[in-house]
């Protein structure tokens, strides 16, 4: 079964910081990449995800996140965080074949962003 | 944009009492899901739901737990007999509807507090 880690569970910063959100999981087979966002009072919702073919995916927001299959990492970026960025960001994998396709998640990353 | 829906928002119940907490999935979806996340601890997997009957369960998903589409449209979570330990967030889920890729659209989550 696919495990998720997410090293950094609090991360606090000025606006216009540059934010890189940690995220790793162990899983032998192909996987699907996702990150979800919970802004304060709203629901989980899909910042960005990767299935295949570039490693560099692009989301909403400015987000972008790597798959980096070697360092079995899928970390989440953003060049410069704004106020609004403020939430709590979730990383989710599953097996895209030969298992379940039910996405594990991270324990979540709190960021806090100062205006 | 169609979205998930969660009632009630926030419940508080008594050690021992039945809680039943629904959920509207997205209308053409075909997989749903609750997930619940104790405060401070990962989004841990309790059930997925397709064609009418648990397609998987977790550990968590004991004897105490039910899940029930009594019609075309709720999709419903059951606790027979609450325990301390089951205060949490519960998030309802679904997906679809052709392929199940992992791509998960996520309700506001329902708080239980048990006392």
């Known amino acids: 079964a696919q495990s998720v880690s997410q090293h950094n569970h609090h991360v606090i910063l000025s606006e216009a910081a540059s934010l890189e959100l940690g995220c790793n999981y162990s899983?032998?087979?192909?996987?699907?990449l996702f990150w979800y966002v919970q802004y304060p009072g709203q629901h989980l919702q899909l910042l960005l995800k990767y299935f295949s073919g570039d490693p560099l995916v692009k989301g909403i927001k400015g987000f972008e996140a790597e798959f980096i299959k070697s360092k079995f990492s899928f970390n989440l970026r953003k060049p410069s965080v704004q106020w609004s960025d403020t939430a709590e960001y979730f990383c989710?994998?599953?097996?895209?074949?030969?298992?379940?396709?039910?996405?594990?998640f991270g324990r979540g990353t709190s960021l806090i962003v100062h205006p | 944009e169609p979205e998930v829906t969660q009632t009630p928002s926030h419940q508080v119940t008594q050690m021992g009492q039945e809680v039943i907490l629904r959920c509207v999935p997205i209308?053409?979806?075909?997989?749903f899901y609750w997930y619940r996340q104790i405060l401070g601890q990962k989004v841990e997997f309790l059930v997925s739901f397709y064609n009418n009957e648990i397609s998987e369960k977790s550990e968590i998903f004991d004897d105490q737990f039910s899940v029930e589409r009594p019609d075309g449209s709720n999709f419903t979570l059951k606790i027979r007999s609450t325990k301390l330990e089951d205060s949490a967030m519960y998030f309802c889920?679904?997906?679809?509807?052709?392929?199940?890729?992992?791509?998960?659209?996520f309700g506001e989550g329902s708080r239980l507090t048990v006392l």
């Open positions: 209308s053409n979806h075909l997989y």
């Open positions: 989710a994998v599953n097996a895209s074949s030969g298992g379940s396709y039910i996405p594990t």
């Open positions: 889920a679904s997906s679809g509807p052709i392929q199940n890729t992992g791509e998960l659209f």
């Open positions: 899983y032998g087979g192909t996987v699907n």
